[in-house]
């Protein structure tokens, strides 16, 4: 086992050496941080700069309850008497006293609508903030004066439909965060699965082009090697995706407080729920540890295969098309389920990891059949990998033509 | 220890149609050098990833450091294929520690013996440079480095020499001579007679995916000679021309007596002292590796057979 780690550490160290490592792991998530962290410093900033504004209520009814409302959310809001006159508010303004007022009339009560009058235009947090206020404040309003406010106060607004599981509980939150997560997830086990195991067809390639690998399979089995080189850029996959999730817990944690600053009608509690938990996170590792291995032993069969890089771009198709179809497949039923004879191609182990478990984290399908889908995906690993140890091992030591599926058979059988 | 470090009997391997080794038995006492020789395409390379378990021989055993030729053995081998081959994005040092280590070594000491080695061959201001960056002959010499870091107790050397200027196949072949005095036992692979000459003790004709001849090259050679005399003397040749022997063969001063003419060595000397020729020189001809193997195996062919399917190329 020494050897494995020894080839897992060299494929490892010499991946993860690599500038294109570096920039596609490191570079990109650190510069989009800064540049969401950023945007989202400068629009605060901006927000918080001049928060000098009146307020002028022409209609003598929704002044004080919208001021209330604007402060709430964290503006300073003078409330200004209206015989104070529109001109000495506009002087104001021009003279920088204030940055800008809001004026409500009559139009305001029937409609809704109100002026924002500034030099420069409100951001878009302030514009929405703002008609939100005011519209809710327009609508207490009258519906105070059609009797039971609240209640039908609650209708407009609301029109939420709840979904109640008839299998287990689940609560509309953790059925959005199911979804969320499943189609993230889905996303991520394709692409890793894809990348990754192109990367292992590569190292074969280049190893069995450069002729170092009759070297080193005179030291090593061809298995062992195999092994430590599909555990070589798995672990330098699983490195890269944790700095990436690492980087997304970060976003998520410098992002939470920033919403709860600007946003305080957003519950943060709530929000925070969104994200997924331990379970979901620990069974998409599951699902990537088995299709990584499924999926590399064949590409590293198919690299084995192959004596040129044009070659291989031939050969990986039919692999490509095992992880495509599933792709195309899922995207039909992103929120999770889909049609049901989808739930039983999910269980076609080549296809599980992008279809299976998606439908897991959303409790689409019971539990027996995710387990059903591991067992079967395991057992294919185990077939594949067999099957792909044995082209690999009279493969990687062949030049000249791609063999015919004939030919392949005959290897597998030989050696 | 057993006495044999290789030992092959009754070796067949087929590829398809073609058979690149045709029952090849061969003993390889420890501590020899053993050239392998014979031209492109005779089952040298074939015959050579088999003792190395590349290939699995159809029939026949093969029998290495006195057991089946598993890991461990096997990583008490200096295996150098014909196909030169290093990570070329490695670093130098990188790529030796790698190979030792994968042969049990540990770090340190790999990257010990492996500067020293780095050191000797003039190499040690590349060490930290990739395999890439170096020419293609000291890609070689960096690669020769792996295959002898880890002390092996048998070097295999599939054509060695090829692709390597005169200066640096001297160096390759001091150190070779110096691995053979350490009691390394050595086989190499050539299709260059007077290079084996040179350095073997024993030597193993193959053409045509079979074994012609092996053994011991000076008893080889003893055995092998015609009765040509190489014969030079002072004075003129007419004592010759009396025995019958007319337009000899002149090499510089050096006549070279053929056997053919009939006339055996015995005779050829009694003649000379009985005619009082100042000799100079009497010398009972060996025949070269060339000649005793055109003997045996007939003309090489000029060209190396194509198409073996796993074989070189």
């Not at chain 2, 029998?63 to 008490?76: K, S, W």
């Not at chain 2, 050595?186 to 079979?210: K, Y």
């Given at each position: 086992?020494?050897?494995?780690?020894?080839?897992?550490?060299?494929?490892?160290?010499?991946?993860?050496?690599?500038?294109?490592?570096i920039?596609?792991?490191?570079?990109?998530?650190?510069l989009?941080?800064?540049l969401?962290g950023?945007?989202?410093?400068?629009?605060?900033?901006?927000?918080?700069?001049?928060?000098?504004?009146?307020?002028?209520?022409?209609?003598?009814?929704?002044?004080?309850?919208?001021?209330?409302g604007m402060?709430?959310?964290?503006?300073?809001?003078e409330?200004?008497?209206?015989?104070?006159?529109?001109?000495?508010?506009?002087?104001?303004?021009?003279?920088?006293?204030?940055?800008?007022?809001?004026?409500?009339?009559?139009?305001?009560?029937?409609?809704?609508?109100?002026?924002?009058?500034?030099?420069?235009?409100?951001?878009?947090?302030?514009?929405?903030?703002?008609?939100?206020?005011v519209?809710?404040t327009?609508?207490?309003?009258?519906?105070?004066?059609a009797?039971?406010?609240?209640?039908?106060?609650?209708?407009l607004?609301?029109?939420?439909?709840?979904?109640?599981?008839?299998?287990?509980?689940?609560?509309?939150?953790e059925?959005?965060?199911?979804?969320?997560?499943?189609?993230?997830?889905?996303?991520?086990?394709?692409?890793?699965?894809?990348?990754?195991?192109?990367?292992?067809?590569?190292?074969?390639?280049?190893?069995?082009?450069n002729?170092?690998?009759?070297v080193?399979?005179?030291?090593?089995?061809?298995?062992?090697l195999?092994?430590?080189?599909?555990l070589?850029?798995?672990?330098?996959?699983?490195?890269?995706?944790g700095?990436?999730?690492?980087?997304?817990?970060l976003?998520?944690?410098?992002?939470?407080?920033?919403?709860?600053?600007?946003?305080?009608?957003?519950?943060?509690g709530?929000?925070?729920?969104?994200?997924?938990g331990?379970?979901?996170?620990?069974?998409?590792?599951?699902?990537?540890?088995?299709?990584?291995?499924?999926?590399s032993?064949?590409f590293?069969a198919?690299g084995?295969?192959?004596?040129?890089?044009?070659e291989a771009?031939?050969?990986?198709?039919p692999?490509?098309?095992?992880?495509?179809?599933?792709?195309?497949?899922q995207?039909t039923?992103?929120?999770?389920?889909?049609?049901?004879?989808?739930?039983?191609?999910?269980?076609?182990p080549?296809?599980?990891?992008?279809?299976?478990?998606?439908?897991?984290?959303?409790g689409?399908?019971?539990?027996?059949?995710?387990?059903?889908?591991?067992?079967?995906?395991?057992?294919?690993?185990?077939?594949?990998?067999?099957?792909?140890?044995?082209?690999y091992?009279?493969?990687?030591?062949?030049?000249?033509?791609?063999p015919?599926?004939?030919?392949?058979?005959?290897?597998?059988?030989?050696? | 220890?057993?006495?044999?470090?290789?030992?092959?009997?009754?070796v067949?391997?087929?590829?398809?149609?073609?058979?690149?080794?045709?029952?090849?038995d061969l003993?390889?006492?420890r501590?020899?050098?053993l050239?392998?020789?014979?031209p492109?395409?005779?089952?040298?390379?074939?015959?050579?990833?088999?003792i190395?378990?590349?290939?699995?021989?159809?029939?026949g055993t093969v029998?290495?450091?006195?057991?089946l030729?598993?890991?461990?053995?096997r990583?008490r081998?200096?295996?150098?294929?014909?196909?030169?081959?290093?990570?070329?994005?490695?670093?130098?040092?990188?790529?030796?520690?790698?190979?030792?280590?994968?042969?049990?070594?540990?770090?340190?000491?790999v990257?010990?013996?492996?500067?020293?080695?780095l050191?000797?061959?003039?190499?040690?201001?590349?060490a930290?440079?990739?395999?890439?960056?170096?020419?293609?002959?000291m890609?070689?010499?960096?690669q020769?480095?792996?295959?002898?870091l880890?002390?092996?107790?048998l070097l295999?050397?599939?054509?060695?020499?090829s692709?390597?200027d005169?200066?640096?196949?001297?160096?390759?072949?001091?150190?070779?001579?110096?691995?053979?005095?350490?009691g390394?036992?050595?086989?190499?692979?050539?299709?260059l007679?007077?290079?084996a000459?040179?350095?073997?003790e024993?030597v193993?004709l193959?053409s045509?995916?079979?074994?012609?001849l092996?053994?011991?090259?000076?008893?080889?050679?003893?055995?092998?000679?015609t009765?040509?005399?190489?014969?030079?003397?002072?004075?003129d040749?007419?004592?010759?021309?009396?025995?019958?022997?007319?337009?000899?063969?002149?090499?510089?001063?050096?006549?070279?007596?053929?056997?053919?003419?009939?006339?055996?060595?015995?005779?050829?000397?009694?003649?000379?002292v009985?005619?009082?020729?100042?000799?100079?020189r009497f010398e009972?001809?060996?025949p070269?590796?060339?000649?005793?193997?055109?003997?045996?195996?007939?003309?090489?062919?000029?060209?190396?057979?194509l198409?073996?399917?796993?074989?070189?190329?």
């Amino acid at each position: 086992m020494r050897q494995v780690w020894v080839v897992l550490r060299r494929e490892y160290i010499e991946r993860v050496k690599t500038r294109g490592f570096i920039i596609a792991t490191i570079a990109m998530p650190v510069l989009m941080i800064g540049l969401i962290g950023l945007s989202a410093f400068l629009s605060i900033q901006a927000e918080r700069a001049d928060r000098d504004l009146a307020l002028v209520d022409l209609t003598g009814q929704l002044g004080e309850a919208v001021a209330a409302g604007m402060e709430a959310v964290g503006y300073d809001i003078e409330l200004v008497d209206r015989d104070v006159g529109l001109q000495e508010m506009d002087r104001r303004v021009n003279e920088d006293e204030i940055e800008a007022y809001v004026l409500l009339d009559d139009l305001t009560l029937q409609e809704g609508t109100f002026a924002y009058r500034g030099k420069e235009a409100p951001g878009i947090t302030r514009t929405a903030v703002f008609e939100k206020v005011v519209v809710e404040t327009v609508l207490e309003l009258r519906l105070s004066f059609a009797g039971s406010a609240a209640g039908l106060r609650e209708l407009l607004t609301g029109g939420r439909l709840s979904f109640e599981s008839l299998g287990e509980e689940q609560s509309e939150l953790e059925r959005v965060s199911g979804m969320a997560t499943g189609f993230a997830g889905a996303f991520l086990l394709y692409f890793t699965m894809l990348f990754y195991g192109a990367y292992v067809l590569r190292s074969v390639l280049d190893e069995k082009r450069n002729r170092v690998v009759e070297v080193v399979v005179s030291s090593i089995s061809p298995w062992r090697l195999m092994l430590g080189k599909i555990l070589g850029v798995g672990s330098m996959g699983l490195t890269q995706v944790g700095i990436w999730v690492g980087c997304a817990a970060l976003i998520g944690l410098l992002g939470v407080p920033m919403i709860a600053a600007n946003w305080p009608a957003v519950d943060v509690g709530e929000l925070s729920q969104l994200l997924p938990g331990p379970g979901p996170l620990g069974l998409l590792l599951v699902f990537f540890l088995l299709g990584y291995f499924l999926y590399s032993s064949l590409f590293a069969a198919v690299g084995a295969m192959c004596s040129t890089e044009e070659e291989a771009q031939q050969a990986q198709f039919p692999v490509m098309m095992l992880l495509i179809i599933p792709f195309i497949l899922q995207m039909t039923s992103i929120e999770g389920s889909g049609l049901p004879w989808m739930d039983w191609a999910a269980l076609f182990p080549f296809f599980s990891p992008i279809m299976m478990y998606p439908r897991a984290v959303v409790g689409a399908v019971p539990w027996w059949m995710v387990g059903t889908s591991l067992v079967l995906m395991a057992a294919a690993l185990i077939g594949t990998a067999w099957v792909a140890g044995r082209i690999y091992r009279v493969g990687i030591l062949m030049q000249g033509k791609r063999p015919t599926l004939r030919e392949l058979v005959r290897w597998i059988r030989q050696a | 220890m057993t006495e044999h470090a290789v030992h092959l009997s009754g070796v067949t391997k087929s590829f398809g149609e073609h058979t690149a080794v045709s029952d090849f038995d061969l003993e390889i006492p420890r501590g020899t050098i053993l050239g392998l020789l014979g031209p492109n395409g005779s089952g040298k390379t074939t015959t050579i990833r088999m003792i190395m378990a590349i290939l699995l021989p159809d029939r026949g055993t093969v029998e290495l450091l006195g057991g089946l030729p598993d890991f461990a053995r096997r990583n008490r081998v200096g295996y150098l294929p014909e196909e030169r081959g290093v990570y070329e994005k490695m670093k130098v040092l990188e790529q030796l520690v790698f190979l030792g280590e994968l042969r049990g070594m540990t770090r340190q000491v790999v990257r010990r013996q492996a500067m020293e080695w780095l050191e000797r061959l003039g190499l040690e201001e590349w060490a930290n440079k990739k395999v890439q960056q170096l020419s293609k002959g000291m890609q070689q010499k960096v690669q020769f480095i792996g295959t002898v870091l880890h002390d092996p107790d048998l070097l295999i050397l599939d054509e060695p020499f090829s692709g390597l200027d005169p200066i640096n196949q001297d160096v390759l072949e001091s150190i070779v001579r110096e691995q053979h005095e350490k009691g390394t036992t050595i086989l190499f692979s050539t299709h260059l007679m007077d290079q084996a000459e040179r350095l073997c003790e024993r030597v193993c004709l193959i053409s045509r995916s079979r074994k012609v001849l092996d053994g011991n090259l000076k008893a080889l050679k003893r055995r092998e000679r015609t009765g040509a005399v190489a014969i030079d003397f002072e004075g003129d040749d007419s004592w010759l021309a009396r025995l019958g022997i007319t337009n000899p063969k002149r090499v510089d001063d050096t006549y070279h007596i053929e056997a053919d003419r009939g006339i055996e060595p015995d005779r050829l000397l009694a003649a000379a002292v009985a005619e009082r020729v100042t000799l100079r020189r009497f010398e009972l001809m060996e025949p070269s590796l060339h000649e005793i193997f055109v003997r045996h195996a007939g003309q090489p062919d000029p060209e190396p057979a194509l198409g073996v399917a796993g074989g070189a190329r």
